[in-house]
């Protein structure tokens, strides 16, 4: 459905290090899956928050913490169906 990547270089590799990316859906449609990616030096750690949001949701809020790295790279693509489709499955198996 929709999916973003950015590249951000740390000032001070001892501090952990944010980013706070929001995927929406588009209309008529709700996330379905998430599928992040994210890349570190070889002494790197990141992190996986999610904030906001949840299976079902339009909109999925999420947070990478990286830590002991000089670069964070990420990408992601959310996938999705239609808020009717949804609905249906949820019903069945509910």
């Known amino acids: 459905m929709k999916g973003g990547s950015d590249r951000h270089?740390?000032?001070n590799n001892y501090e952990?290090?944010?980013?706070?990316?929001?995927a929406t859906a588009k209309n008529g449609f709700v996330?379905?899956?998430?599928?992040?990616?994210?890349t570190t030096d070889a002494g790197g750690t990141v992190d996986f928050n999610l904030i906001r949001g949840q299976t079902g949701s339009r909109t999925m809020v999420f947070q990478l913490?990286?830590?002991?790295s000089d670069f964070l790279t990420?990408?992601?693509l959310a996938y999705g169906i239609r808020e009717e489709e949804y609905r249906k499955v949820t019903e069945v198996s509910g």
């Open 16 to 22: 952990p290090f944010y980013v706070t990316i929001t």
């Open 74 to 76: 990420y990408s992601y």
């Open 65 to 68: 913490i990286s830590n002991n």
């Open 9 to 11: 270089r740390h000032r």
């Open 31 to 38: 996330i379905s899956y998430l599928d992040v990616t994210a």
